[in-house]
């Protein structure tokens, strides 16, 4: 998103703020209903011009951390978290299911703005102790949230963007609280929730696994369900391949991407977006899909109630070890490619670009080529390539030049 667009989105925020504080004019038209409802909560706790989040005690906020399973996932993630926070100059935080910041980690600029607002552990972050935000939205609506500049409530966050994601426990579905990514307003980037979502979901796949009835009773060596939705979208059970419509592998695959449920409301909006399509029209394909899994999907949530892996989640995994060959290897084109579903363009735009910006930062000749084959038209990569190859005599050396005057 350019600048302008950015400074133009700000303004129409910020004039809707302020028409709401000072004549408490209801703004419906400006700012989406979540943020007004949260604006007028916050409006009967704290001023506008409150300066700073208050804190929690410090010696029991420690000791609840200690004590979170949360705190087992952060530092089994712990490099990759960082990484995501420096390249970006974020800062991540990490909060339980009252809005209570456990843990943050911040980039140079934005530790500092975080910390002159108490955006630390012990920083009491629900809508009514600092006003709107994303991680009292995430944690209230169980849903990925942004909240931008202006729509803050406190104007001590007015050049703040935040990107929250709710965190779940992926075996008993409890909610254990959000993790929120935040930097200025002029740093918003399309991919920012798509990103909060990725962390949320590394962060619950590091969390220790506790005892259940359903793993005592079922060994399970290899998940069942086997979901390829890079470039031939494809989906096996048990070894057999499932005839699904093109509408319930999106909706499977929504489901496979967010363990932790979708309501139906969510679901229906990540599948149709705006399309006049029914709810009633939603539910059928999840009957049909619930029957050809043999009734393993959940409802209220929407869920899967059986293991599943992804390719997508393989790629995304390979990448952030830095195993970009192997990446390009399991990458077997965009997700579904031409998908309605405005929630997978999203995620097909974010696993294109991780892979992209992967093989720009550590351009492999061999995974290059690779990638021209199903990027034939991104010349950019092939010409990072090159120029690291320089006067060496690569035996890839010529198929890149000539994937290049080929694009060209």
């Known amino acids: 998103m350019v600048r302008s667009d950015l400074q133009e989105r700000r303004i129409s925020a910020a004039r809707a703020w302020t028409a709401f504080v000072e004549s408490g004019d209801a703004a419906e038209d400006f700012v989406r209903p979540e943020i007004l409802t949260s604006w007028t909560r916050s409006a009967t706790a704290i001023p506008t011009d409150v300066r700073e989040a208050p804190l929690a005690d410090e010696d029991e906020t420690r000791e609840m951390w200690r004590g979170s399973p949360l705190q087992v996932a952060v530092e089994r993630v712990e490099e990759e978290l960082r990484c995501t926070a420096d390249d970006g100059d974020l800062v991540i935080a990490v909060t339980d299911p009252d809005t209570r910041v456990l843990w943050t980690y911040g980039g140079r600029v934005m530790r500092r703005k975080a910390e002159s607002v108490n955006f630390v552990p012990g920083g009491r972050w629900d809508d009514e102790s600092a006003g709107t935000n994303a991680l009292d939205l995430a944690n209230r609506t169980n849903s990925p949230t942004t909240v931008f500049g202006p729509e803050h409530y406190a104007e001590v966050v007015h050049n703040w963007v935040c990107w929250a994601a709710p965190l779940h426990d992926p075996v008993t579905g409890k909610h254990l609280g959000v993790l929120d990514l935040s930097t200025t307003w002029d740093r918003t980037h399309p991919i920012g929730l798509a990103t909060a979502r990725v962390m949320a979901r590394l962060i619950e796949s590091a969390l220790p696994k506790l005892p259940t009835q359903r793993e005592s009773e079922e060994a399970i060596e290899q998940p069942g369900l086997v979901l390829t939705l890079l470039g031939t979208a494809e989906t096996w059970l048990d070894g057999q391949r499932l005839l699904l419509n093109r509408r319930q592998t999106e909706i499977l695959a929504l489901l496979a991407l967010h363990p932790e449920g979708l309501s139906l409301e969510r679901l229906h909006a990540m599948v149709y977006g705006d399309q006049a399509v029914t709810f009633s029209t939603l539910k059928a394909e999840v009957s049909h899909l619930r029957h050809a899994l043999g009734g393993q999907v959940a409802s209220r949530p929407y869920r899967l109630l059986m293991p599943v892996v992804t390719d997508v989640e393989q790629v995304l995994a390979l990448v952030r070890h830095g195993r970009v060959a192997a990446a390009v290897e399991a990458y077997g084109g965009d997700l579904l490619p031409g998908t309605n579903s405005p929630a997978l363009a999203e995620m097909a735009e974010y696993v294109a670009v ?55």
């Open 354 to 408: 991780a892979l992209r910006e992967a093989l720009i930062a550590d351009p492999q000749p061999d995974a290059v080529l690779s990638y021209s084959e199903l990027a034939p038209y991104d010349t950019e990569v092939v010409d990072v390539c090159l120029r690291r190859l320089g006067g060496s005599a690569h035996p890839a050396l010529p198929l890149l030049r000539a994937r290049l005057a080929a694009s060209r």
